[in-house]
């Protein structure tokens, strides 16, 4: 890893807000169709300009997100920000196009144990199904991003060989697949893993654009941030009040706090056009409305701009 002295991060970054749909699927009290959108144009009030709105699974394995389809009719009249959904298959691909959706997110586990799980079928399985949501994107106009799962490492199988990712990367170009994020979805990364697994692929796969997508279930999330910004990494995920979590990975916690995220970076002066002050509001919030927030750091302590009075000389005893 580079040293600080030398170091060369990126000026600007977009991140993007996953909890209408990471942060929301992790809650197993209903959480009104209202109270989503407030939350959601709340966010849209704090500069971010990237969202998963939603996923459309099938509501009997996500209760959470039945209400995927009025979720994003009613967030259309939101201007600036580019919405994407999760899609698990191809009739989950045809109910996002039919509701407007334009960038649809595939789901894909690194392992088969976490597939298994997940999606009830192997990788390779999975990744076999994938072609008609492709032909079905192409004939609506509708981008396809591409997601890994537990990249960094699986509860069921351990650290994932960096040659099962090649192989999945490969898998993917094959499809005309451009993005992909990688997902540390239980929190098992390290900086030092972040970095080698990294340089490995963008060298391997110049030409990609990999996005990390951080849980911050060890408290090691913004280090692996920082690890990728050393790549050069410009897109990360993140859920406003640290919320979410895979309810198909035990011990699975929330993702990075985006106000913790947004802090970092503008401690460093990078760059991600989110204002700070109105998204830590926003936390606070959805704090209120969820009853509970993730982990965040920002809720807690506040920011490093937010200083206290000083302290005065008391009278001395005696």
Same mark, same amino acid.
């Given at each position: 890893?580079?040293?600080?002295?030398?170091?060369?991060?990126?000026?600007?970054?977009?991140?993007?807000?996953?909890?209408?749909?990471?942060?929301?699927?992790?809650?197993?009290?209903?959480?009104?169709?209202?109270?989503?959108?407030?939350?959601?144009?709340?966010?849209?009030?704090?500069?971010?300009?990237?969202?998963?709105?939603?996923?459309?699974?099938?509501?009997?394995?996500?209760?959470?997100?039945?209400?995927?389809?009025?979720?994003?009719?009613?967030?259309?009249?939101?201007?600036?920000?580019?919405?994407?959904?999760?899609?698990?298959?191809?009739?989950?691909?045809?109910?996002?196009?039919?509701?407007? &959706?334009?960038? /649809?997110?595939?789901?894909?586990?690194?392992?088969?144990?976490? $597939? +298994? %799980?997940? *999606?009830?079928?192997?990788?390779?399985?999975?990744?076999?199904?994938?072609?008609? &949501?492709?032909? /079905?994107?192409?004939?609506?106009?509708?981008?396809?991003?591409? $997601? +890994? %799962?537990? *990249?960094?490492?699986?509860?069921?199988?351990?650290?994932?060989?960096?040659?099962?990712?090649?192989?999945?990367?490969?898998?993917?170009?094959?499809?005309?697949?451009?993005? +992909? %994020?990688? *997902?540390?979805?239980?929190?098992?990364?390290?900086?030092?893993?972040?970095?080698?697994?990294?340089?490995?692929?963008?060298?391997?796969?110049?030409?990609?654009?990999?996005?990390?997508?951080?849980?911050?279930?060890?408290?090691?999330?913004?280090?692996?941030?920082?690890?990728?910004?050393?790549?050069?990494?410009?897109?990360?995920?993140?859920?406003?009040?640290?919320?979410?979590?895979?309810?198909?990975?035990?011990?699975?916690?929330?993702?990075?706090?985006?106000?913790?995220?947004?802090?970092?970076?503008?401690?460093?002066?990078?760059?991600?056009?989110?204002?700070?002050?109105?998204?830590?509001?926003?936390?606070?919030?959805?704090?209120?409305?969820?009853?509970?927030?993730?982990?965040?750091?920002?809720?807690?302590?506040?920011?490093?701009?937010?200083?206290?009075?000083?302290?005065?000389?008391?009278?001395?005893?005696?």
């Amino acid at each position: 890893m580079s040293t600080l002295t030398n170091l060369e991060l990126p000026a600007k970054v977009v991140i993007c807000e996953v909890a209408p749909r990471d942060g929301f699927q992790a809650e197993n009290e209903w959480i009104p169709t209202e109270d989503k959108i407030k939350i959601i144009k709340k966010l849209a009030g704090t500069g971010i300009q990237s969202m998963e709105i939603t996923s459309f699974v099938h509501p009997k394995a996500i209760p959470q997100l039945r209400d995927a389809e009025e979720v994003v009719r009613q967030s259309q009249d939101l201007a600036g920000i580019a919405f994407r959904a999760l899609v698990p298959n191809v009739k989950g691909a045809q109910r996002a196009i039919d509701v407007g &959706i334009k960038k /649809l997110k595939l789901m894909l586990s690194a392992t088969d144990s976490h $597939s +298994i %799980s997940n *999606a009830n079928c192997l990788t390779e399985e999975a990744m076999n199904g994938f072609n008609p &949501i492709f032909e /079905l994107a192409a004939k609506h106009g509708v981008k396809v991003g591409g $997601s +890994i %799962s537990v *990249a960094f490492g699986c509860p069921y199988e351990g650290k994932v060989p960096l040659e099962r990712l090649a192989h999945i990367v490969e898998r993917y170009i094959n499809l005309g697949i451009e993005e +992909i %994020s990688l *997902a540390d979805s239980t929190g098992m990364a390290n900086p030092r893993q972040v970095y080698e697994t990294l340089g490995a692929l963008k060298a391997n796969f110049p030409t990609m654009t990999f996005s990390m997508h951080l849980h911050n279930t060890r408290g090691m999330a913004l280090a692996n941030a920082f690890a990728a910004l050393e790549h050069g990494i410009t897109h990360f995920d993140s859920s406003i009040a640290g919320l979410g979590g895979c309810p198909y990975a035990p011990g699975a916690t929330g993702n990075i706090a985006s106000e913790d995220l947004v802090h970092a970076f503008s401690e460093m002066g990078i760059e991600t056009g989110i204002n700070l002050e109105e998204l830590i509001k926003t936390a606070k919030y959805v704090k209120q409305v969820i009853g509970h927030d993730g982990g965040s750091y920002m809720l807690q302590a506040g920011p490093c701009s937010q200083l206290h009075a000083k302290p005065k000389i008391q009278e001395k005893l005696g």
